[in-house]
């Protein structure tokens, strides 16, 4: 199983971004995926959830701003960031919500203030 996520980079705080992650190895249409966050010193966390059939749930810090989408044929998940503020500060990585493979290197999405 391989997960690439990419899209980040440096933006100023009220900027936005768009993150792509593409899966292979795995039956993608079939399992809810997620995008996750870990930022300096803290610990990983959950920021936005599309189930198979595109229900969506979102950290309440990123509700709003953010949208999580899913293209089953591209087997691609996709994390549009607009509003970002240093808080958002972090490595971006996609994997299945409930099922964890191995993580990938993610992506760096820097805002400043």
């Known amino acids: 199983v391989q997960l690439q996520a990419s899209g980040g980079g440096l933006v100023q705080a009220g900027g936005s971004l768009r993150l792509s992650c593409t899966i292979s190895g795995v039956i993608f249409s079939v399992n809810a995926m997620a995008w996750y966050r870990q930022a300096p010193g803290k610990q990983r966390e959950l920021v936005a959830s599309?189930?198979?059939?595109?229900?969506?749930n979102y950290l309440a810090s990123v509700k709003g701003r953010f949208t999580i989408s899913r293209d089953n044929a591209k087997r691609a998940v996709y994390l549009q960031m607009n509003g970002l503020n240093a808080d958002d500060t972090a490595v971006y990585y996609c994997n299945g919500q409930w099922t964890h493979w191995p993580w990938g290197q993610g992506t760096l999405v820097t805002v400043s203030s």
């Open positions: 599309i189930t198979t059939g595109g229900s969506t």
